[in-house]
């Protein structure tokens, strides 16, 4: 397993390798901004999301948000790994920005594309639902402005959550 490629920008501009290869910065800042790169494996995609809640506690994130923050994520990555890459041999770049209304995401790969007209808006039938159908519902559920798009082979996935007090 290969740790995500972390980068900061925003308030924070002093930027540092880590001998893992995870570019941390050295300020007691929190940071606005988070952008991250890792490998599309089951795997970082779970250490991405230990960064994603780090990044949301020292923003003094709700707990609610964080978990919504993370379960979408989660659903958006583990679906670019197992269908955009099948074979684990692409990366996932996600920038996160955080305001104080809400949160921004953008995820984009260069694997396989997806074709949003399968998305349900609503909850499927547990007994006629193929495996799937319940990560993008949630998906779109927890999220305003959920949008994807293909430019010259890169997916990208952009979507808001309202900041919750």
Known sequence: M???REHCSGLVSNIEQSPGGIE???????????????????????????RVER??????????????????LSEAMTNIARYAYPHGDGL???FIHKSPDTVECILSD??????PSKFVP?????????????GLYLIGSLTRELRYYRN??????????????
């Open 152 to 165: 010259n082979g890169v997916n990208t996935l952009r979507f808001v959550l309202p900041a919750i007090a």
């Open 24 to 50: 941390i910065c050295d300020s007691s800042v929190p940071r606005q901004v988070l952008a991250l790169t890792c490998n599309s494996t089951l795997m970082d995609v779970r250490t991405s999301m230990i």
């Open 92 to 94: 996932i770049q996600c």
């Open 55 to 72: 990044f949301m506690k020292a923003l003094g994130a709700s707990a609610e948000l964080t978990d919504d923050l993370n379960l979408v």
């Open 122 to 134: 609503h909850l499927p039938d547990p007994a006629l639902a193929p495996e799937g159908g319940f």
């Open 2 to 4: 290969t740790a995500p």
């Open 110 to 115: 260069q694997g396989k594309g997806f074709d």
